[in-house]
């Protein structure tokens, strides 16, 4: 005779959420569990690995501080690709985005360095990120117009544009934006002292790590928490139902891949005004390509890019420290990457595969009178 | 033998040098990238697929004196990416176009990882044919120096094309792009059909790598591929699915990436990273043209997901 245990109403929200949960979590440790396995293939320590990135990456406030710098553009960079991917379009240009807003912030940057008053450096610095974001925007924003407008692939317009904005950076760059005065490599005026972001007191981190922050904050309320957002992830799962329910689904694509693109248009106006004092070749970090990485590893959720691109930070803050102590090359990373990611995406198979997960089995039970009539093959 | 000044005729006689040598690498992935899209996959992995198969030539190349060999074991090491890759997909509710970027990370990782303590060694390059041996001009006899894999590629893409027409196998990999329903209706295999397809692409991938470290550049750093297999998407759509147009799309592509150097050599110095975005422009401007929200890409394959 089967028991009839107590189920309580929380269960089923509850088994919900643990599939959510425990299962890329279980992922994220099968991945590293075969790079342990690859490291000790070559006689290399693994635990050695893992408690030196720990040390490089987790360990002190430097470190921290270290991995923070790194998760500020991250996080953007997430961004940009987790948006879109909640209305179903997968987005992989936000490298150019990054590339060519971060061109746009040194542009106006330069065109507003005689500002000589207080109000009138506020206002520069605010056009030079403004401009970045609009510029983002409209570059992503494109890609959601071509998808609408002509049934465009997102996929191949992002990744085509990514190389024509390399090339555009390139050709001004070298050309008509060079700074005369940068002989090795060719880079635009450089921002003056005060057009320089600066440190969040008491952090020694960009401010652009706040900006981030907020920026994920905000998009978790937009599109987990409101009716818009509901309606967009209605689009992202099924179009035909969006369309039928009479959902703006055009005029969604374009302001979502817009919002995305200005998230990354952020992160390059930050690389410029924070890290690199001027556009040059450095824009073209891969940050882009990351920001795919940490966004699939959230499983597209922008709340949850905020753990999984601070974890990725340190692993690769931690590298220059794992090369010297273990000897290892500094592709190690990339290696882990791959592999994490690789075990991230195969676990998507398993959704709804675990009976324990399922919320049906874990409705509470019906009242003490109608056990007998439910319960047919129960022996009394 | 001295050089011949030729004046602005040494622009075209470059770029077409230049073309050949570039294109190749293009050859192989386009190729590859080809027959795994029209089996309704894409695989976007090829960029570390080509890169793995260049540290491999190489390496081999090095360790055996035989750049053959190499190329040999290029191609398995991609025969595996692709297998990964394929198997991979054939998970129930698994993205290929995330995998492919995984796979692209992976690749490059393990490439820089083991290629590390071959970045000295020189190893024997692949051996050319010099077509140009009747001419007296210098120019024209380096132009004409063709390494033996360019035609080994236009000899692959002429078999890919004749195999997608005329065979049982090609009819299986069309049928099960077009249509997974109507492939099991035949009593086919879709997963299978795609895994091989996935895996002989990878093959064709590796083999344009070893092009990359075996003759040109001809060495192995972390930077030797410019992004050639990322590149392959765009020219397969270029292409139109066709093996022999992927032909004419390597050639246009590489001529693309010559026409910089080219210029550079007679004096013209600026604008030519423009040049260089030239081809990504013009695969955008054809996308847009040619794609419709109403119906499939023309020639594309039904069951790709970037199509529908």
């Known amino acids: 005779m089967s028991i009839p245990w107590h189920r309580p109403s929380w269960a089923t929200p509850l088994a919900r959420h643990s599939e959510a949960l425990l299962i890329p979590v279980g992922a994220l440790l099968a991945g590293f569990l075969l790079f342990a396995l690859f490291l000790a293939l070559q006689g290399k320590s693994p635990a050695e ?38 209305l179903g379009l997968v987005v992989i240009g936000g490298e150019g985005a990054i590339v060519i807003s971060g061109l746009a912030c040194a542009q106006v940057a330069v065109l507003t360095q005689q500002a000589g008053t207080a109000p009138g450096m506020v206002l520069s610095l605010a056009l030079m ?75 020694e981190v960009h401010w652009g790590l706040l900006a981030a922050l907020i920026c994920c904050i905000a998009a978790w309320l937009l599109i987990d928490r409101t009716t818009w957002g509901f309606g967009a992830r209605i689009a992202g799962s099924n179009v035909r139902a969006a369309q039928l329910q009479g959902l703006p689904v055009g005029r969604m694509i374009i302001i979502v891949t817009a919002m995305a693109g200005a998230c990354a248009g952020l992160a390059g106006a930050f690389e410029v005004a924070a890290i690199h004092g001027a556009a040059n070749a450095s824009l073209v970090s891969g940050i882009g390509y990351s920001g795919i990485l940490v966004a699939f590893l959230a499983r597209q959720n922008p709340l949850a890019i905020i753990p999984v691109a601070i974890m990725l930070a340190g692993f690769e803050a931690s590298n220059g420290l794992v090369q010297r102590r273990m000897d290892l090359p ?14 991230i995406l195969s676990s998507e198979t398993l959704y709804g595969r675990f009976r324990v997960f399922t919320p049906e089995r874990w409705q509470p039970l019906p009242a003490e009178g109608e056990i007998s009539t439910v319960q047919q093959g129960n022996p009394a | 033998m001295s050089e011949v000044d030729l004046g602005y005729w040494g622009v075209p006689l470059a770029m077409l040098g230049g073309a050949i040598r570039v294109s190749t690498p293009f050859l192989f992935v386009s190729l590859g990238e080809c027959l795994t899209e029209r089996s309704g996959r894409i695989n976007l992995g090829l960029e570390g697929t080509l890169v793995c198969g260049a540290i491999s030539a190489y390496a081999v190349a090095f360790e055996t004196g035989s750049p053959w060999l190499g190329v040999l074991v290029a191609a398995l090491c991609g ?24 796979m692209m990370l992976m690749g490059m990782g393990l490439a820089f990882y083991f290629g590390k303590s071959y970045v000295q060694p020189v190893a024997p390059d692949l051996p050319s044919i010099p077509l140009g041996a009747w001419s007296d001009i210098p120019q024209l006899q380096a132009a004409l120096d063709i390494n033996a894999l360019f035609f080994l590629g236009l000899f692959a893409a002429i078999v890919l094309d004749w195999v997608l027409r005329n065979t049982r196998a090609g009819l299986y990999v069309r049928v099960v792009g077009d249509s997974t329903a109507a492939a099991r209706a035949m009593g086919v295999h879709p997963n299978r ?55 004419g799309a390597a050639l246009l592509f590489g001529s693309a990436g010559a026409i910089g150097p080219a210029l550079q050599s007679v004096g013209i110095s600026s604008g030519y990273h423009l040049f260089y975005a030239a081809p990504y422009l013009l695969t955008l401007i054809i996308l847009i043209i040619t794609s419709s929200p109403h119906r499939l890409l023309s020639g594309a394959p039904a069951e790709l997901s970037i199509t529908k």
Not at chain 1, 144 to 167: D, K, Q
Not at chain 1, 330 to 343: H, K, S
Not at chain 2, 210 to 239: D, R, T
């Open chain 1, 49 to 86: 690995y893992y408690s030196l990135v720990y040390k490089a990456g987790f360990g002190s406030a430097f470190s921290w501080q270290n991995t923070l710098v790194r998760t500020a553009p991250l996080l953007l960079a997430a961004l940009c690709v987790a948006l879109p991917a909640r």
């Open chain 1, 129 to 203: 990120f403004i401009a970045s974001a609009l510029v983002g925007a409209a570059w992503i924003g494109a890609i959601g117009v071509l998808r609408h407008w002509r049934g465009v692939n997102e996929t191949i317009a992002s990744l085509l544009m990514t190389y024509i904005a390399i090339a555009l950076m390139n050709h001004l760059v070298e050309g008509p934006m060079r700074d005369p005065n940068s002989l090795n490599k060719p880079s635009t005026a450089p921002l003056t002292d005060w057009q320089r972001v600066g440190q969040i007191p008491g952090l």
């Open chain 1, 330 to 343: 500094d592709a190690t990373v990339l290696v882990l990457q791959g592999i994490v990611f690789l075990a």
């Open chain 2, 79 to 102: 025969a595996l990416f692709g297998l990964l890759h394929g198997l991979i997909c054939s998970l129930p509710k698994v993205n290929d176009i995330a995998v492919g970027i995984a």
């Open chain 2, 193 to 247: 059909v795609r895994v091989i397809s996935t895996l002989a692409g990878g093959a064709l991938a590796g083999i344009g790598g070893s092009y990359l470290s075996l003759y040109y550049p001809g060495s192995w750093n972390e930077g030797i591929s410019s992004g050639q297999g990322l590149m392959a998407v765009a020219l397969v759509i270029f292409a139109r699915w066709k093996p022999l147009y992927c032909f």
